[in-house]
T-cell receptor
Framework: AQTVTQSQPEMSVQEAETVTLSCTYD???????LFWYKQPPSRQMILVIR??????QNATENRFSVNFQKAAKSFSLKISDSQLGDAAMYFC?????????FGKGTRLHILP | GAVVSQHPSWVICKSGTSVKIECRSL??????MFWYRQFPKQSLMLMAT?????????EQGVEKDKFLINHASLTLSTLTVTSAHPEDSSFYIC???????????FGDGTRLSIL
């Protein structure tokens, strides 16, 4: 079975500071995708960043970057220069046969 | 960009009513549709996967007779919650996929409240 674990139910960060959200996963697949999704209060699912497992280079999208450690099955998200609009639930997810399986989420609070 | 339209966004109905939720891919062909359910303060749980023209595949613990899924065309999938009860109240969200390396997009979700 494919599992995704987020061990931080909630985190807080001061505005303009940097925060890292943790995620570990388990899979028997050799090729797969990993994702971070943001879910604001509107409950819309917004793709933040995607990583292809066969690519060693860590994905980046503006202020968002990942630290992908394939051997350790770790996939953390770093948010730089945190902004008030970053406050949301963040879900780590992996792709299994096109099925996206989600972790339990981390609620991120931005402190002004 | 590609958009997935999900309707209704919010529905309130009486216990025993059947409710249909539609998910449409507007500018790409969705060969596969995924339906998720999210209870308050919980994660998204995959309920079922449907491929166009085929029967849906349900995840363990999901009643296929309760949650009817139809995927008759490459742009439309529907989820019908039959004889809904208060415990079915949840947020339902679809995800449309166009195949490997093709767009994958979520609908905006449907908040279902059963009185």
């Amino acid at each position: 079975a494919q599992t995704v674990t987020q061990s931080q139910p909630e985190m807080s960060v001061q505005e303009a500071e940097t925060v890292t959200l943790s995620c570990t996963y388990d899979t028997s697949e050799s090729d797969y995708y990993l994702f971070w999704y943001k879910q604001p209060p509107s409950r819309q699912m917004i793709l933040v960043i995607r990583q292809e497992a066969y690519k060693q280079q860590n994905a980046t999208e503006n202020r968002f970057s990942v630290n992908f450690q394939k051997a350790a099955k770790s996939f953390s998200l770093k948010i730089s220069d945190s902004q008030l609009g970053d406050a949301a639930m963040y879900f780590c997810a992996s792709d299994r046969d096109d099925k996206i399986i989600f972790g339990k989420g981390t609620r991120l609070h931005i402190l002004p | 960009g590609a958009v997935v339209s999900q309707h209704p966004s919010w529905v309130i109905c009486k216990s025993g009513t059947s409710v249909k939720i539609e998910c449409r891919s507007l500018d790409f062909q969705a060969t596969t549709m995924f339906w998720y359910r999210q209870f308050p303060k919980q994660s998204l749980m995959l309920m079922a996967t449907s491929n166009e023209g085929s029967k849906a595949t349900y995840e363990q613990g999901v009643e296929k007779d309760k949650f009817l899924i139809n995927h008759a065309s490459l742009t439309l999938s529907t989820l019908t919650v039959t004889s809904a009860h208060p415990e079915d109240s949840s947020f339902y969200i679809c995800r449309a996929a166009g195949g490997s390396n093709q767009p994958q997009h979520f609908g905006d979700g449907t908040r279902l409240s059963i009185l």
